[in-house]
């Protein structure tokens, strides 16, 4: 098992995020993400991508190649690794970043994390492959989980919640069980606003994010382009980015710290602003 040398600790990342926000920019090397599907498919224009987040002021790439997206279709093993894995050996080659693998497949995370990747980011909670704790527990990386109903081809055919808070929750504190159980501590967790969740399921997470904060876990959100922003809005997905910070900076205030996004510079500029004006609410 290949040692990386470059992994921030989950108890510095823990340490980190008392201080500031870590920020990790998406990299889609997919033909059909919602957002950007098809425009980082070649292996240099992933690379420039990948360049320019860093530039930008990303703390982590997260790097994936199969969509998630509501009705998207499954890919192979093969196909997705043929995909992410000469896009992490490009990365490699020119920065020292911290990255992660976008995947519920234990072959292509095992592959990622021997070629330099840092983190798991499985949306599944390590649920879709039974191996991926295991691989989990021998790597002792940090692993996001995420909360989905269904799977992504299902997961908006009418999903249901009588309490969206509690049952997230609920969600959470058997993950974190069974995943203790395995041998895997170093656990972020990932509400997961637009997988298998109505308008009103979104907006009631987002308003009450303080309530998983007490699972005493990071916390990471992604609402970078959803579509409950243009639910809200109207806008299509490339004018979301007023209603990306806008939910952004709430969750901050929420406590949230760990944002995935596909604009670094104007979120983290924005996180700065709020993290200040934060700092000094209780000065006299």
């Known amino acids: ?108 995370a095992r592959a990622a994390l021997e070629t330099g990747v840092n983190w798991i980011n499985d949306v599944s909670g390590l649920r879709f492959d039974p191996e991926m704790p295991e691989l989990a527990r021998q790597y002792q990386c940090p692993v996001v989980i995420m909360h989905m109903r269904g799977e992504p081809r299902t997961m908006q055919q009418n999903p249901s919640y009588t309490d969206v808070i509690g049952e997230v929750k609920s969600f959470f504190l058997e993950r974190l069980t069974v995943l203790k159980s395995a041998g895997v501590s170093q656990v972020i967790i990932d509400p997961g606003i637009g997988f298998g969740k109505r308008l009103e399921d979104n907006l009631r997470l987002l308003a009450h994010l303080g309530q998983l904060t007490l699972l005493n876990c990071p916390l990471m959100i992604g609402v970078s382009r959803k579509s409950f922003i243009g639910a809200i809005t109207g806008q299509p997905v490339e004018d979301r980015e007023a209603g990306t910070l806008a939910a952004s900076l709430w969750s901050y205030q929420q406590g949230v710290r760990i944002f995935r996004t596909h604009s670094v510079r104007p979120l983290k500029v924005a996180l700065k602003i709020v993290k200040s004006i934060s700092e000094n609410v209780n000065l006299t």
């Open 1 to 108: 098992m290949k040692s990386n040398q470059s992994v921030d600790t989950y108890s510095a990342l823990k340490k980190r995020l008392e201080h500031e926000p870590v920020i990790m920019g998406i990299l889609n090397v997919t033909p059909d993400s919602f957002s950007d599907g098809g425009r980082y498919l070649k292996r240099n224009d992933a690379l420039q991508h990948a360049l320019r987040l860093i530039e930008e002021g990303a703390d982590i790439i997260d790097i994936g190649g199969e969509s998630s997206r509501p009705g998207a279709e499954p890919v192979s093993d093969d196909e997705e690794m043929d995909r992410v894995i000469p896009v992490i050996q490009d990365i490699r080659a020119n920065s020292d970043i911290l990255l992660s693998i976008d995947t519920c497949k234990s072959s292509v």
